[in-house]
């Protein structure tokens, strides 16, 4: 028998407006915070309203998005990740030496 698709799970997204219509980044939380007050004050037959957000893994020096899979050293997307990751080498190569 073929496969046939069903469409349920009908709901509601609500996006706020972005960088583009002035919210800073870090805004955006509050802006949906107060969003979800909104709608829960003015909005009949509404089972959940709440702030959903993605993670997004970051370099803690620059903020660019995380392309590596080791955890400590983002490909030397900046200075200082190639720093920390070149003192993380002579540390593991002394330590081979002294051994």
């Known amino acids: 028998m073929p496969r ?5 799970n009908y ?3 609500i996006t706020p407006r972005t960088t583009a219509f002035g919210i800073v980044v870090g805004d955006e939380k509050d ?3 107060k969003i979800v007050e909104q709608v829960r004050r003015h909005v009949d037959d509404v089972a959940s309203v709440y702030v ?4 997004a893994s970051v370099c803690e020096f620059c ?9 400590l050293y983002n490909g030397g997307c900046c200075d200082e990740d190639q720093k920390r990751e070149d003192d993380r080498w002579e540390k593991m190569q002394r330590k081979t ?3």
């Open 11 to 13: 709901r509601v997204e």
């Open 52 to 55: 959903v957000s993605d993670d």
């Open 31 to 33: 802006a949906c915070e």
């Open 97 to 99: 030496d002294s051994e």
């Open 63 to 71: 903020g660019r998005r995380w392309t590596e899979d080791d955890a």
């Open 4 to 8: 046939k698709n069903l469409r349920n």
